[in-house]
């Protein structure tokens, strides 16, 4: 055993970890986080020297005729093993970690073909690739190239995106894919050349290998969002049903307020002819006429939940003004109406709840015909504008089922804010 063959490995280990690392990286994690990383950073440490003195000068044999099959087997635990050490670290699901592991070995074995590539070059090149600077080079500038590229095109879009909890069975089958095709095939392609394969063949299966990790890489991404997917529509799905059993009990109380305020003006009627005073009179038939005012746009749906918002904006200070064509919509689901029209104003009403200026806490709906289309249109101030912007990237279930109702009748939806001003615009075809 020379140290050039344990710096090699603990070269391979850490380059192992990192890439692992860079998924899981922004998962929970556990109490006394740094002093678990230690422990296993060591514990890997200690292994590999141990394991490269056992192969190289204990048992030489597994360095030798049986490499492939020790290699195999060696790089089989470590894969379990790193399961075990993210899951000691980091306060994420099996399937999760799972997920982070062979994702990791993928990108570690795509970095580990590309630097053969370069060996091959090397050689070719009359150079002898096994040289202490011409290996180092050649490691170091695969690392870069591949964790770069594959940093900037996976990870960054799952930071972005959140990493979501794997439940997902089928990772067990990614599990033995990249073990069977991943490492195997990494193993054999650095083994040809000592067997006298001419160096085109070998060429052309490191490209067949970088491109069956590349294939593997997408296949566990393309997995991991459609589950998110699913997960997404499913919660936008559950805040509609809501919003329906919700639409209804609303209806039920805005019926029983307008009988009750029908009531009260009989009754100040009377009080009236009965000679009470007609300042206090004139005070409670204000009151009664805030709370009497129903909306009517022509579409019942849209009545209940605007006249349910126009109480809060009334409760809340905010001015509400309106101008809809509510037959326009007359081809909507109620519930449908009541959860795109009830996210929307909720949504404004949060963005202009923290405005100090009371003649900026308004809210404006506009929704009209406009050449065969529904436009929707709301509007209101903003404090920074900070009130849009996290839905407008996509996050909340408010945004997600709104863009599931625009979806399901075909139609757009796009948020913008333009200096304090924030507008979501809603546009849905009218049936032909």
């Known amino acids: ?9 603990l070269f391979t280990i850490v380059q192992l970890l990192f890439a692992v690392w860079m998924f ?7 109490d006394h986080f740094h002093l678990r990383a230690s422990i296993v950073f060591a514990g890997f440490a200690i292994g590999t020297v141990a394991a490269t003195w056992v192969g190289f000068s204990a048992v030489p044999s597994l360095m030798g005729e049986h490499a492939i099959a020790s290699q195999f087997l060696t790089f089989t635990g470590v894969l379990v093993v790193i399961a075990c050490c993210v899951m000691f670290c980091f306060d994420t699901p099996m399937w999760t970690a799972l997920f982070c592991c062979t994702a990791g070995y993928t990108v570690q074995n795509l970095a580990s073909g590309c630097d053969g590539l370069i060996r091959l070059v090397l050689a070719g090149g009359g150079a002898d690739p096994d040289a202490p600077l011409p290996s180092t080079i050649g490691m170091v500038v695969s690392t870069i190239l591949i964790f770069g590229i594959v940093y900037l095109t996976f990870v960054r879009q799952i930071e972005e995106r959140g990493l979501v909890e794997v439940e997902d069975h089928g990772m067990l089958l990614m599990m033995l894919a990249v073990i069977l095709l991943v490492i195997v095939f990494d193993l054999v392609n650095k083994s040809l050349p000592g067997y006298g394969v001419p160096t085109p063949v070998v060429v052309i299966l490191r490209l067949i290998h970088g491109a069956v990790c590349a294939f593997l890489l997408i296949m566990e991404y393309e997995m991991l969002y459609s589950k998110r997917l699913a997960l997404d529509v499913a919660a936008a799905e559950r805040t509609i049903a809501d919003g329906r059993r919700h639409y209804e009990a609303s209806q039920r109380s805005i019926a029983a307020i307008d009988a009750r305020c029908h009531d009260l003006r009989q009754q100040v009627r009377g009080m009236r002819e009965g000679g009470v005073d007609d300042e206090a009179l004139d005070r409670l038939e204000n009151d009664i006429t805030i709370y009497d005012s129903t909306m009517r746009t022509g579409n019942e749906a849209l009545d209940v ?30 519930a449908d109406i009541y959860a795109l029209f009830g996210d929307a104003l909720d949504g404004a009403m949060a963005t202009v709840a923290g ?39 996509g996050r909340g279930y408010g945004m997600r089922s709104m863009l599931l109702v625009a979806e399901r009748y075909h139609g757009t ?13 809603v546009m849905l075809p009218l049936p032909s």
């Not at 101008?323 to 689901?333: H, N, Q, T």
């Not at 913008?416 to 924030?422: I, K, L």
């Open 355 to 393: 405005i100090e200026d009371e003649s900026r806490r308004s809210i404006g709906l506009d929704v009209r015909r406009n050449r065969g289309m529904v436009v929707i249109h709301v509007e209101c101030y903003s404090d920074g504008g900070k009130g849009h912007e996290g839905e407008a990237s």
């Open 413 to 425: 939806l796009v948020t913008n804010t333009r200096g304090d001003a924030v507008t979501l615009d």
């Open 24 to 30: 899981v990286r922004r998962q929970p994690r556990r």
């Open 305 to 334: 939940i605007l006249t349910e918002r126009r109480l809060l904006c009334e409760r809340e200070g905010i001015t509400f003004t309106c101008m809809a064509d509510g037959a326009a919509l007359s081809f909507m689901d109620p």
């Open 1 to 9: 055993m020379t140290w050039t063959q344990v710096a090699m490995s």
